[in-house]
Structure formats: C-alpha cells, structure tokens
C-alpha cells in the first residue's frame, strides 16, 4: 500500500539503537555492515551511527528494524536532493 | 550531486550521526557548535525550528547557492537531541516543489490570471474599505508569532473588527477552554522533561508513535537504557503507538468521559485520592444549565456523588473497557510512589465535549496528586508549529486578545490600546465569529443574514480541513458577492475557491517565530529567497493595512495620527516596510515581537526579548531575567522550584487561579453520547485523523516525492471481519456515505492501524479524496471546536448497494 514507487535518499545517516545482548548486537553490526548502502562508524554504547547512500532507504529502515538486535532506529540528517522523478503537483498526479 | 560535495556532505552526516549517538549513550554533546561561515563545502548551517508539528524539533539547515541542500536535527537542542522524524528529516524538500506560487492571482471570469503586487493589495484594501465590519480573517497555528500579531492588530486595533480566528480551533480550542476553566490560565504546567522522568504514560485517544515520533523516541529511548517506563495506550484503534505499550484499553467513542470519571470514581471510593493535596491547592466545580467556561461552584461532596454512578462495572458497560482495566488506572493513580504523565492531543479535543475530557484529565491528576513533581503532569500536545505561540499567546482567536487576554474585559481591551497607542474604545468589547460562525456566515447569502463578505485566508487551508465541507466551505461556490483571499504557497483545495491568490513565502524564505507546546519560543532568520515574487505574508498585511491608511482608514491611524505598523531604523527614522524593497532594511520580525513582549507580562507568559532567542535553541517562558543578570527559562510552572512567580514557600501555586485563592479546579463532567452515533442506516463509526508521513492536509509533505511516494493517497482502515462481510480485500475499492456525502477509497486491512468491528479510520491528508465532505461539524458547545473523530457511516463495496445491518460499535 505504501511503497508503490520508490523512497529513494540521497544521503541520509541514522542512530541504531542495539540490543543489551552483546553478542546479539556485535553480530547484528556486523550484518548491517555488509550492506552494500549501508558505512557504519564505531558504536558508543548501544547506539550504532550509520549513513545510507543513494538508496531506496525506507525499506533498509524498516529492515534495519527489523533485525532481532535492534530496538529503535532514529533519523538524524538527510540531505534534500531532488531525486530522479520530478516533484509535481499532487492536485494533477 | 558533484563527488566532492557528496564527501563533504557525508562527513556531516556521519558526523551528525555520531554525535548523536554519543548524546544519547552519554549524554554529551560533540561537534555541536555552528560554524558562523560555510564550510569547505560551501554549505552554510544555520537554526530553525521544524516547519511541521508543534513538537517544536530543531533542525539544522545548510544552505548553497541560495538554496537549502540538507537538514540534520540540531543536537543543541533540548527538544529533540539531535534526531528527527521521517517528515522533519525532509522538510527541506517542501520549499522546492515545481508548482509554487509565485505571482499573485486575480479571478477574472472565472479563471485566476498574473496581476501586479500593487493591484493585488489595492483589490483587498478597497474590499476592506468599503465594507470592514464584513471582512474576516482566517489565520493559523502555522502563522509565525509576528504574523499573527500584526494580523491581530490589524483587526482588533485597527478595524475594530474582532471577527479573526486561526485553524487552531479545529485542533486545540478544547485544550484552551480545559487549562483556562482548570487553572484560570492557559497552556501547561509541565513540559517535555515529564517524558523523562514520568514512570507511567498514559496516552488518551494519542498515537504519539506517529504523530509525535520524536517524543515517543525520547521514551521508548528510556527502555532501552533500561529504565522502566509502562506506557498505557487508551484508544478506539490499534496504531503503531499500540505495539509498544503494556497496556491498551479500547473504548467505546466518546466513552473516555467514563473511563475518566471511573478513576475518580474509584479513588474516592477507595479513599486513595490525595487529601492533602487537594486540601491545600483544589476547589470543585461542575456545569451550569447551559454549559459555560467557568461554571458554577460545588463541593467534594457533591463532587463525590456525582460519581457515584462511575462504577468499573457501569463505565465497562458505557466504555467496553473491563471493570478490571478500570480498577488497574484507578490503582496506578493510588499510588503516591510512582509520577504520571497523561498526553492527549486531537483524540480528546476534537470532541463534542472536548472541554469536559481535559478538565476531567486535569481533575484526575490534581485528585490524586499526580501534579507539581517532575513526572506528573496532564499535558496536551499541539499539532501546529505554532498553535501555542501565535493563536493561544498572541490571542489570535475571536474573544481574545495578547498575553492571555480577552476582548471581554475592559482592562484587557484598555492594556492593548495603552501598548498600541490607540484612543480608549478603539477595541470591541463582543468576541467576533469562531471558525464554524465565520465560515458559515460566508458560506450563508448576503440577503439571508450571511454578513461576512470577504474572508483572507493565511497560512491555512480550509477547503480542506473545516468539517462538512459544503456546508461551510463549497457552498461559497455559489455567491457572487463573497470574495476569498487565500495567501498561499501552493494550489490548494482553498484556492480552487479563491478569488485572489497572494504567492507567500514559506518557513526559512523568511524570518520568524514560533512557540511549540511547552510553552517553548524559538526564533530564525531567513535564509533563502523565496521564489518568484512570492512574499512574506506580515508583509501582505502590513501593506494592505498601509494602503487603506493612504485611502484615510482612521483605524490605521495611532493617537498621534501615525500610521499603527511604524518600523523604524537604528535612529527611529520610519522605514517605509509596506513597500516589499524595503521590508528587510531592518528585522520588523523582531520590532513586532519585542513590542508583542510587552503584552506578555500579565498573566506571567513572559517571552523572552528577542535577541536572547537568538542565541538558543528556543526558551519556555516565563523567562526571568534574575540576580545573575542571565535571563531564564521556566520547564514547570507554578512549581517553586522552577517558577520564579511562585511565592517563597508556597511550593505549588496556581497563580492565576479562577477563584482567586490559588487553588486549581476539580470539575465533575458526565458522560454523555456522541451528536451523531450509529445506527440502522449508518452503522458504522467513522474516524478521521493523520499518517506518519503527511502533515496535516498534505500541501507540503506531498511536494516531497519521498514522502508522497510512501504514503501516495488515502485509504480507508477496516476490520477484516467487517470487510469479509462485505466482500473486501485489501486493495478494493470501498464506498463510504454519512449523511453528508460520499466517498470511494481504497481499502486497507492489516496495515498500521486496526479499527474494531463496526469501525473504520480515514486519514484527510489527500486532497484529491477529502474526507472532511463528509464529517460532521458539530462543535463542542464552550470551545466550539468540532468533533472530526466521530461520526456514523455505512461502508459497501462499489458495485454494491448499501446493506442494510445493525450498529456494532
């Protein structure tokens, strides 16, 4: 219903709430960062900084939330590009 | 966008994103500080307040070659903390969508054709003119503080014509009429920092997971560092605010009268309501025969047996929440061990008796004591960036006037014109048409008593959001002698109607001040041109109001004959700011607002002088310049330890107290049925509200394809028994009929809300489906808010005839 078209981002950075279980959350760190739009910087406490590039990022949010180590995930940046398909008038869309 | 700059703009996301991660895990800010010059990537950063919700996030908003490139929260500020939601990340993009209004607009048989700045405001002056007892206008929680203020004087002062009133009334009248009959006073004792220390949220009719997501996070934030927070959802349908609570209760529609007096009820009868505290700090109250603000006197007594009927097991059968849920809040608000924080929003005050469910909220609070502590507050939210700031503080509602005053009381009236320098009895004493009247009398003809002629519309859009569209809106369609002036920055449902389109601009294409719901003011410069000749809109009114001084209006005149809007430089010479090549020679922004602040002292809503806003990320008034020379800002009020207007020693004081014995008010309310409840015909109740993704009717968020693309029109919510019943899944085509009118939407089941059998939920952010042609409009009788939460319709598939069932709701 809501993902006809898609959520495509320039450049965003997000702050991923990890789980208290350490081993769960060092093991979720390690599969977000094999994303391929996905930089991870070095996490402070539960909390992992991350950017995505050029990419359709509602869906990586939402799998980022999904992820069994992770508890919140929260938008910090994002830049206003326009992406490729031209912002028009909804009253004729 | 060219490598370097991407480089550049990553190490600022990351940067970004680091740092709030350290916040967050230790509580301290890094690379925090604004650099005064762009950086090597040429982005200049600098403050604003979000454009959006009255959550009153800040962000940060880099600018290059005059246009906004990109938005991070600002980690300064107490706020938000450096986060943002889905909207607020992508609130840069509203500026740029490809139909902006750029050149004002006159209809000319039929059709709106290009016309001059100078004809545009000569159109409107010459309507005002001839007619300023028929002229009314239409303002907004969204109009920055300065341009509800010169409105307002404009009005008022000038014309002597009370009949302004912003959109506000449509989402938070209920909670004005609630704080005023309370606490004799408007707006909330508490702020954000209760979502910090509160070890019980209640949310009433609230899906702040949504609709407030940043403060949400602020909570849900608590839990993951293992602090212990139960969150309690009451609500008529499962949001995503659901998913993450202990507890969810599901009444009944209009039944949250019940459930509330069901705690009194039970704290009194189990003798756990706070004695002292209401020994010392509360009175009792309860309605008049005709229900009125401040109602009539009664006594814990009487209070007592008028619940008396509000047994779990009665408000179980009115609400359909089990008598033990009840006697689980009941116990909660026993405790003295634990703080609660109630928050409500448009669940509670779009509601025919909005005003009785946030005095019962503030009721259960001050009787069992969950009030005056960090942690314990009734708080409502606002939807609007400013529906604090410019409709409740500048007083741009019909009956009121700046600093919490009314047009009722003489000395009100006399303070405004003693500030305005206007002769005594320029202000009207008679309150001018609420909202529902205004639109009304336009939308009535002119030979059947419709004696509004001409409506300015600012900064809102009604032809969207008032509630039985054609009754109050479309049946303007019809009159040729009404005249609509819509400033706007994009076509709208309104300015299909209008007869002139101002082009305005919009967030940081100007200056401007906003005041978020705890009470928080924030300011910002403008930081990009708008487009084509779009203009401010304080500027529109100052212009008009300057031609009609040149046409010798005596209401633009001041006692000495001057022109009411006099700017002047560094060395009091005027400058001529009606003529848009000089309006930015000085800041009018903070010449308004610093004469606006000295209406603010009286009833101790003292905002802050302008250049101390300058320097923060917004500050809570009163702010109280004290023995240390800094200047400082009030999170709790009427609490000693915060508020510099408590008496030494008093602890708690309700200091501007309706029976002027610093006591609050604990009003008795009844339940009483919806206006309009289901029945054979119409069995079904229809609730509208808001998605995640747009904000409020969509003329911003939907110009921003990401956000337009994730959440593209409207849908209807549906149980998936009710819509197996009637043969629909996800994706048909539904028609939806209430007595005043119809609709086809496409059906959504399982999705992020879930109605109960015998109820649907329609959002009204889409523009090419209006919900609002058929909601009810009727109002609450005191705030004369109407109720867009309720209402009875029958849902068929299309192709199908309306089936003929019995209410479940």
């Not at chain 2, 003011?521 to 809109?537: E, I, L």
């Given at each position: 219903?809501?993902?006809?078209?898609?959520?495509?981002?320039?450049?965003?950075?997000?702050?991923?709430?990890?789980?208290?279980?350490?081993?769960?959350?060092?093991?979720?760190?390690?599969?977000?960062?094999?994303?391929?739009?996905?930089?991870?910087?070095?996490?402070?406490?539960?909390?992992?900084?991350?950017?995505?590039?050029?990419?359709?990022?509602?869906?990586?949010?939402?799998?980022?939330?999904?992820?069994?180590?992770?508890?919140?995930?929260?938008?910090?940046?994002?830049?206003?590009?326009?992406?490729?398909?031209?912002?028009?008038?909804?009253?004729?869309? | 966008?060219?490598?370097?700059?991407?480089?550049?703009?990553?190490?600022?996301?990351?940067?970004?994103?680091?740092?709030?991660?350290?916040?967050?895990?230790?509580?301290?800010?890094?690379?925090?500080?604004?650099?005064?010059?762009?950086?090597?990537?040429?982005?200049?950063?600098?403050?604003?307040?979000?454009?959006?919700?009255?959550?009153?996030?800040?962000?940060?908003?880099?600018?290059?070659?005059?246009?906004?490139?990109?938005?991070?929260?600002?980690?300064?500020?107490?706020?938000?903390?450096?986060?943002?939601?889905?909207?607020?990340?992508?609130?840069?993009?509203?500026?740029?969508?490809?139909?902006?209004?750029?050149?004002?607009?006159?209809?000319?048989?039929g059709k709106l054709e290009k016309i001059s700045w100078d004809e545009a405001i000569e159109v409107i002056a010459k309507r005002i003119y001839n007619k300023p007892e028929q002229f009314a206008i239409y303002g907004s929680g969204q109009w920055t503080i300065p341009e509800g203020y010169v409105a307002q004087k404009l009005m008022?002062?000038?014309?002597?014509?009370?009949?302004?009133?912003?959109?506000?009334?449509?989402?938070?009248?209920?909670?004005?009429?609630?704080?005023?009959?309370?606490?004799?006073?408007?707006?909330?004792?508490?702020?954000?920092?209760?979502?910090?220390?509160?070890?019980?949220?209640?949310?009433?009719?609230?899906?702040?997971?949504?609709?407030?997501?940043?403060?949400?996070?602020?909570?849900?934030?608590?839990?993951?560092?293992?602090?212990?927070?139960?969150?309690?959802?009451?609500?008529?349908?499962?949001?995503?605010?659901?998913?993450?609570?202990?507890?969810?209760?599901?009444?009944?529609?209009?039944?949250?009268?019940?459930?509330?007096?069901?705690?009194?009820?039970?704290?009194?009868?189990?003798?756990?309501?706070?004695?002292?505290?209401?020994?010392?700090?509360?009175?009792?109250?309860?309605?008049?025969?005709?229900?009125?603000?401040?109602?009539?006197?009664?006594?814990?007594?009487?209070?007592?047996?008028?619940?008396?009927?509000?047994?779990?097991?009665?408000?179980?059968?009115?609400?359909?929440?089990?008598?033990?849920?009840?006697?689980?809040?009941?116990?909660?608000?026993?405790?003295?061990?634990?703080?609660?924080?109630?928050?409500?929003?448009?669940?509670?005050?779009?509601?025919?008796?909005?005003?009785?469910?946030?005095?019962?909220?503030?009721?259960?609070?001050?009787?069992?004591?969950?009030?005056?502590?960090?942690?314990?507050?009734?708080?409502?939210?606002?939807?609007?960036?400013?529906?604090?700031?410019?409709?409740?503080?500048?007083?741009?509602?019909?009956?009121?006037?700046?600093?919490?005053?009314?047009?009722?009381?003489?000395?009100?009236?006399?303070?405004?014109?003693?500030?305005?320098?206007?002769?005594?009895?320029?202000?009207?004493?008679?309150?001018?048409?609420?909202?529902?009247?205004?639109?009304?009398?336009?939308?009535?003809?002119?030979?059947?008593?419709?004696?509004?002629?001409?409506?300015?519309?600012?900064?809102?859009?009604?032809?969207?959001?008032?509630?039985?569209?054609?009754?109050?809106?479309?049946?303007?369609?019809?009159?040729?002698?009404?005249?609509?002036?819509?400033?706007?920055?994009?076509?709208?449902?309104?300015?299909?109607?209008?007869?002139?389109?101002?082009?305005?601009?919009?967030?940081?294409?100007?200056?401007?001040?906003?005041?978020?719901?705890?009470?928080?003011?924030?300011?910002?410069?403008?930081?990009?041109?708008?487009?084509?000749?779009?203009?401010?809109?304080?500027?529109?009114?100052?212009?008009?109001?300057?031609?009609?001084?040149?046409?010798?209006?005596?209401?633009?005149?001041?006692?000495?004959?001057?022109?009411?809007?006099?700017?002047?430089?560094?060395?009091?010479?005027?400058?001529?700011?009606?003529?848009?090549?000089?309006?930015?020679?000085?800041?009018?922004?903070?010449?308004?607002?610093?004469?606006?602040?000295?209406?603010?002292?009286?009833?101790?809503?003292?905002?802050?002088?302008?250049?101390?806003?300058?320097?923060?990320?917004?500050?809570?008034?009163?702010?109280?310049?004290?023995?240390?020379?800094?200047?400082?800002?009030?999170?709790?009020?009427?609490?000693?330890?915060?508020?510099?207007?408590?008496?030494?020693?008093?602890?708690?004081?309700?200091?501007?107290?309706?029976?002027?014995?610093?006591?609050?008010?604990?009003?008795?309310?009844?339940?009483?049925?919806?206006?309009?409840?289901?029945?054979?015909?119409?069995?079904?109740?229809?609730?509208?509200?808001?998605?995640?993704?747009?904000?409020?009717?969509?003329?911003?968020?939907?110009?921003?394809?990401?956000?337009?693309?994730?959440?593209?029109?409207?849908?209807?919510?549906?149980?998936?028994?009710?819509?197996?019943?009637?043969?629909?899944?996800?994706?048909?085509?539904?028609?939806?009929?209430?007595?005043?009118?119809?609709?086809?939407?496409?059906?959504?089941?399982?999705?992020?809300?879930?109605?109960?059998?015998?109820?649907?939920?329609?959002?009204?952010?889409?523009?090419?489906?209006?919900?609002?042609?058929?909601?009810?409009?009727?109002?609450?009788?005191?705030?004369?808010?109407?109720?867009?939460?309720?209402?009875?319709?029958?849902?068929?598939?299309?192709?199908?005839?309306?089936?003929?069932?019995?209410?479940?709701?």
């Amino acid at each position: 219903m809501s993902q006809k078209r898609p959520w495509h981002t320039e450049l965003s950075s997000l702050v991923v709430t990890l789980c208290d279980d350490g081993t769960l959350a060092a093991q979720t760190v390690r599969e977000i960062a094999t994303h391929a739009a996905i930089t991870v910087e070095e996490a402070a406490g539960n909390y992992l900084p991350i950017t995505i590039e050029v990419a359709d990022a509602r869906p990586i949010h939402q799998w980022l939330e999904s992820l069994p180590g992770v508890q919140y995930v929260d938008v910090v940046f994002c830049s206003t590009e326009v992406p490729h398909e031209e912002s028009t008038s909804p009253l004729t869309s | 966008m060219h490598i370097n700059r991407r480089h550049f703009l990553k190490s600022t996301a990351l940067a970004a994103a680091v740092a709030a991660a350290h916040q967050k895990a230790f509580g301290k800010y890094e690379n925090t500080e604004l650099e005064p010059k762009p950086g090597s990537d040429g982005v200049k950063w600098d403050k604003a307040p979000c454009r959006f919700c009255g959550t009153g996030c800040h962000v940060r908003v880099g600018v290059k070659d005059n246009k906004v490139v990109a938005i991070q929260g600002e980690q300064l500020a107490e706020v938000n903390k450096g986060l943002l939601c889905v909207k607020g990340y992508h609130v840069g993009g509203i500026l740029y969508g490809k139909d902006r209004l750029r050149e004002p607009m006159l209809r000319k048989n039929g059709k709106l054709e290009k016309i001059s700045w100078d004809e545009a405001i000569e159109v409107i002056a010459k309507r005002i003119y001839n007619k300023p007892e028929q002229f009314a206008i239409y303002g907004s929680g969204q109009w920055t503080i300065p341009e509800g203020y010169v409105a307002q004087k404009l009005m008022k002062g000038g014309l002597s014509n009370n009949h302004i009133d912003p959109n506000a009334r449509l989402c938070m009248a209920s909670a004005v009429t609630g704080y005023v009959s309370t606490y004799g006073v408007d707006e909330p004792a508490g702020c954000y920092d209760d979502l910090d220390a509160c070890d019980v949220m209640i949310m009433w009719g609230n899906n702040p997971a949504e609709m407030h997501p940043v403060l949400f996070s602020r909570v849900i934030d608590r839990r993951s560092k293992g602090q212990e927070v139960m969150l309690i959802d009451i609500g008529t349908r499962r949001t995503r605010t659901t998913e993450y609570s202990d507890e969810y209760l599901e009444f009944r529609p209009q039944s949250d009268l019940a459930i509330a007096n069901g705690i009194a009820h039970l704290l009194i009868k189990n003798g756990t309501y706070d004695k002292e505290f209401i020994a010392k700090f509360c009175n009792f109250r309860k309605d008049t025969d005709e229900p009125s603000l401040f109602g009539q006197a009664s006594t814990f007594e009487e209070y007592a047996a008028l619940l008396e009927e509000y047994t779990p097991e009665r408000v179980e059968e009115i609400s359909g929440v089990p008598a033990e849920k009840i006697r689980m809040l009941g116990d909660l608000f026993a405790r003295r061990d634990i703080r609660i924080t109630s928050l409500w929003c448009m669940g509670v005050n779009q509601h025919t008796r909005g005003t009785n469910m946030n005095r019962l909220l503030h009721g259960i609070h001050l009787l069992s004591g969950h009030f005056g502590k960090p942690g314990d507050a009734p708080t409502s939210l606002t939807g609007q960036p400013s529906a604090c700031g410019t409709a409740r503080e500048v007083g741009t509602l019909a009956h009121a006037l700046p600093g919490g005053r009314v047009v009722a009381n003489a000395e009100h009236r006399t303070d405004c014109e003693k500030v305005w320098n206007l002769p005594e009895g320029r202000i009207q004493a008679k309150p001018g048409y609420h909202t529902m009247k205004m639109w009304e009398q336009f939308c009535t003809a002119t030979e059947k008593g419709g004696d509004i002629d001409t409506i300015w519309v600012q900064v809102t859009n009604p032809g969207h959001t008032l509630p039985h569209l054609k009754k109050f809106f479309t049946a303007k369609k019809d009159l040729e002698d009404k005249f609509l002036i819509v400033s706007e920055v994009y076509p709208t449902a309104t300015t299909e109607l209008a007869d002139l389109v101002l082009p305005a601009a919009m967030w940081v294409e100007k200056n401007g001040v906003f005041g978020n719901s705890e009470r928080r003011t924030q300011q910002w410069f403008k930081m990009v041109d708008p487009p084509g000749n779009a203009r401010d809109d304080c500027w529109m009114t100052i212009a008009v109001a300057h031609k009609l001084f040149e046409m010798g209006h005596p209401g633009m005149k001041d006692k000495d004959g001057n022109f009411i809007f006099n700017i002047v430089d560094n060395a009091g010479t005027t400058i001529p700011v009606w003529e848009w090549g000089h309006y930015y020679d000085v800041n009018t922004d903070e010449q308004l607002f610093e004469e606006y602040r000295l209406l603010t002292f009286k009833k101790h809503k003292d905002v802050a002088p302008y250049q101390e806003l300058v320097k923060a990320c917004g500050l809570r008034w009163p702010v109280v310049k004290k023995a240390d020379g800094q200047w400082h800002e009030t999170p709790f009020r009427f609490m000693e330890f915060s508020d510099s207007y408590v008496e030494q020693g008093k602890g708690l004081q309700f200091y501007h107290s309706v029976t002027k014995d610093d006591k609050a008010l604990i009003w008795f309310a009844p339940y009483e049925p919806a206006t309009e409840e289901p029945d054979e015909q119409f069995p079904t109740w229809l609730c509208t509200g808001r998605v995640l993704e747009h904000w409020h009717t969509g003329t911003m968020t939907r110009r921003v394809p990401q956000l337009r693309n994730a959440m593209p029109h409207a849908y209807v919510e549906m149980n998936p028994e009710d819509a197996k019943e009637k043969g629909l899944v996800n994706g048909d085509i539904a028609v939806i009929e209430t007595r005043r009118g119809r609709i086809e939407l496409p059906v959504w089941l399982d999705g992020r809300g879930h109605p109960p059998r015998g109820s649907i939920f329609v959002p009204f952010f889409d523009e090419n489906l209006l919900i609002n042609e058929l909601t009810l409009g009727a109002i609450d009788p005191i705030s004369k808010q109407p109720d867009y939460k309720k209402c009875a319709a029958v849902v068929y598939k299309k192709g199908t005839p309306p089936p003929v069932t019995t209410p479940k709701g």
